[in-house]
């Protein structure tokens, strides 16, 4: 997998760009990413999927794996930059209705405000 980035804002929001394809040859490593990141005491993560171009089930499991710990610590996962494939991947799956996405960064950083 290529190196995926990430950064902590002022706020306390985690960014993490998501890779060019996240399937079954890359989730188990963005889940240890995603891990790593919860692990210390990061629990409001932004997933940027604008350069993103195809994601599969098991990709979509790596994302939605730490749900409930983010969740029982008053944080969460939101998604931005979704393309079609995976707008539908989140429709077939309903999954779009347990992840929130945004149509931009600047808004899914804010929403940890409200």
Do not use: C, W
């Amino acid at each position: 997998m290529a190196e995926v980035i990430y950064k902590k804002l002022a706020n306390g929001v985690v960014v993490i760009n998501g890779p060019e394809r996240l399937t079954s040859d890359s989730s188990d490593d963005y889940k240890k990413l995603l891990s790593a990141l919860v692990d210390d005491g990061n629990f409001k993560i932004v997933i940027d999927l604008s350069a993103t171009v195809y994601m599969d089930s098991r990709g979509l499991g790596a994302i939605v794996s730490k749900i409930s710990v983010l969740r029982s610590n008053n944080g969460d996962i939101r998604i931005t930059g979704i393309n079609t494939q995976i707008r539908q991947l989140l429709e077939i799956t309903h999954l779009n209705q347990i992840l929130k996405s945004y149509p931009d960064l600047h808004t899914a950083v804010n929403s940890f405000k409200e």
